[in-house]
């Protein structure tokens, strides 16, 4: 079975700290491909970052960055200097190949707050 | 700008209606998808389609079905709407190949049920 789990439902931060969203996934396949996603308070959700499973690099986008680690099955994602713009919710998700459809595996996602 | 569109940002029926919800993309994307979004419990896939005519079960698909008569159009269709489907209901698509890319989500329909 596939499961996508974030543990936090909810963060508030001050404005200009970093934060880390946790994610922890669970999947038998050895090719899958893992998601972030953001949706703001107008609801649509905006695609962040795609990260396959034979790519263990970490990647930094401006004040994003993504935390990849197989060994404990953990996709995490920090910003850094968060801002009142960053508030949202955070949903991480999980698609794997042979299940043999191209649907995704979404976590409950982790609502974010920063404060000014 | 490529995107998936939803017809009804808000949307109010009564118990019993038959209920149409409206997503249409423009990118030519062969992959469609319908989940509803209610909170602590994510999003849900309630059905997906491939191709024209055809369309898959997700995981809570009871209560629904779609159609796909044309590429660009994937219609989720609540039979007798219930109260307990009240929820966000959102559409995405993506093209041919299972991981070229994300989704694209449109940007909701916010239906209650009363």
């Known amino acids: 079975a596939q499961k996508v789990t974030q543990a936090q439902t909810e963060i508030s931060v001050v404005e200009k700290e970093d934060v880390t969203l946790d994610c922890v996934y669970e999947?038998?396949?050895?090719?899958?491909?893992l998601f972030w996603y953001k949706q703001p308070p107008s609801g649509e959700l905006v695609f962040l970052i795609r990260?396959?499973?034979?790519?263990?690099q970490n990647e930094i986008s401006g004040r994003y960055s993504w935390n990849f680690q197989k060994s404990t099955s953990s996709f995490n994602f920090t910003i850094t200097a968060s801002q009142v713009v960053d508030s949202a919710v955070y949903f991480c998700?999980?698609?794997?190949?042979?299940?043999?459809?191209?649907?995704?595996?979404f976590g409950t996602g982790t609502r974010l707050k920063v404060l000014a | 700008d490529v995107k998936v569109t939803q017809s009804s940002r808000y949307l109010v029926k009564r118990t019993g209606e038959k209920v149409f919800l409206e997503c249409v993309q423009d990118?030519?994307?062969?992959?469609m998808f319908w989940y509803r979004q209610d909170p602590g419990l994510g999003l849900r896939l309630i059905y997906f389609?491939?191709?024209?005519?055809?369309?898959e079960k997700g995981d809570i698909p009871e209560g629904y079905s779609v159609s796909r008569e044309k590429k660009e159009r994937f219609s989720l269709i609540l039979e007798s709407a219930s109260t307990n489907q009240t929820s966000m209901y959102l559409c995405?698509?993506?093209?041919?190949?299972?991981?070229?890319?994300?989704?694209?989500f449109g940007s909701g329909t916010r239906l209650t049920v009363v």
């Open positions: 998700a999980l698609s794997a190949l042979p299940s043999g459809t191209y649907k995704y595996i």
């Open positions: 999947t038998r396949d050895t090719t899958y491909y």
């Open positions: 990260r396959n499973s034979f790519d263990e």
């Open positions: 990118m030519d994307h062969e992959n």
């Open positions: 389609s491939y191709d024209v005519k055809m369309k």
């Open positions: 995405a698509s993506n093209p041919p190949g299972p991981f070229t890319s994300g989704y694209t």
